[in-house]
């Protein structure tokens, strides 16, 4: 069967990202395997790419790239429990079963959970990993009702569920994003709106709890001015601190550079006296069935940016890569 495959490393994604056959593997007993409906494509797809993968697990090259599916249980392992042949399911993949750009995919069921009913897989495809990096990041940061917290990027994928997460926690929230896109996040229940393209948040808040940040760049930085002394910044895409590098099990040469180039940053966050981490994301079945009542009781709902089919897979990660989708960026597979 084909599958979307990295062939080399670098920036020009077209020519290091190919079509490739793939087997489907061995079935281990706590495997199940999966008609793939639909996939998405994350940031952390073209990060891959460009070499993101050497510092973590260093796999052999050709591999299969994707993390997330929705779609249709057509085999099981002889100890899987909980789960039938026919069963619509979705899943974020562990790193050693990644590949679900691709028609059929075993994953161990620690991973997988039932689909929201009242989604469809595109829909559902879009889901599991910034959900549950978000739902990480929120429970690290303790966010409860009252909080005043702070999301950059809130028309993303990962901001645009954070701002509905945050909202039904009850906290106040603060988001950023562009001029077309203003009105859009409000209604998915931001308090305030800032306009990046017309104003500066930095003078526009003050005083905020926690800071989600979504971006990374400069605005774990920027993020600093506008946090309350002794409150939190917590990024899924900023800078890796030593401790969740640790946890990531990243080869001490990487850490010591990553702890160099972030030296200032977080002698800074020492001096305001700011709790900061960068969260990465584990996901597995409890998290995904609490995400699931999440989106079929509608307190969240799903958003899609744009649907390709399997064939432009590339043209989908490229769109992705461009900053600019307003939601999910999802590749129909079967």
């Not at 797809?45 to 057509?74: Q, S």
């Not at 079963?97 to 829909?123: C, R, W, Y």
């Not at 989600?212 to 600093?224: E, V």
């Amino acid at each position: 069967m084909k599958a979307l495959f990295l062939t080399g490393y670098g920036y020009n994604i077209k020519r290091n990202v190919k079509f490739l056959e793939k087997e489907i593997g061995k079935m281990g007993p706590h495997d199940v395997r999966i008609k793939v409906h639909a996939a998405a494509l994350n940031p952390v797809d073209y990060k891959i790419v460009w070499g993101f993968a050497l510092i973590i697990t260093r796999p052999k090259r050709p591999f299969a790239l994707g993390f997330d599916l929705a779609g249709t249980i057509v085999e099981k392992g002889e100890q899987v429990k909980g789960f039938e042949i026919g069963d619509e399911v979705y899943s974020k993949v562990p790193w050693e079963q990644m590949g679900t750009v691709t028609q059929e995919i075993l994953v161990h069921t620690d991973a997988v959970a039932l689909k929201p009913q009242n989604l469809s897989f595109e829909e559902a495809a879009g889901i599991p990993l910034v959900s549950c990096t978000i739902y990480d990041a929120f429970e690290v940061a303790e966010i409860k009702a009252g909080d005043r917290v702070l999301i950059t990027g809130g028309s993303g994928g990962s901001g645009s569920f954070a701002v509905q997460y945050a909202r039904h926690l009850g906290a106040y929230v603060y988001t950023t994003t562009s001029s077309p896109n203003v009105a859009w996040v409000k209604e998915l229940g931001a308090d305030e709106v800032i306009d990046y393209k017309k104003e500066d948040f930095r003078e526009k808040i003050a005083e905020v709890d926690t800071v989600i940040d979504t971006i990374g760049g400069s605005y774990p930085w920027q993020s600093l001015k506008v946090v309350k002394e002794g409150g939190k910044i917590i990024s899924i895409a900023g800078h890796h601190d030593d401790d969740t590098l640790k946890e990531v099990g990243i080869a001490k040469i990487f850490r010591l550079l990553f702890q160099l180039k972030g030296s200032l940053l977080m002698y800074r966050m020492r001096r305001k006296k700011v709790f900061y981490k960068h969260v990465w994301s584990y996901p597995n079945q409890e998290k995904l069935n609490y995400i699931r009542n999440l989106y079929e009781s509608g307190k969240i709902k799903a958003i899609v940016d744009r649907v390709y089919d399997f064939k432009d897979a590339i043209e989908g990660l490229l769109y992705v890569r461009s900053h600019r989708a307003k939601g999910k960026v999802i590749i129909r597979i079967n």
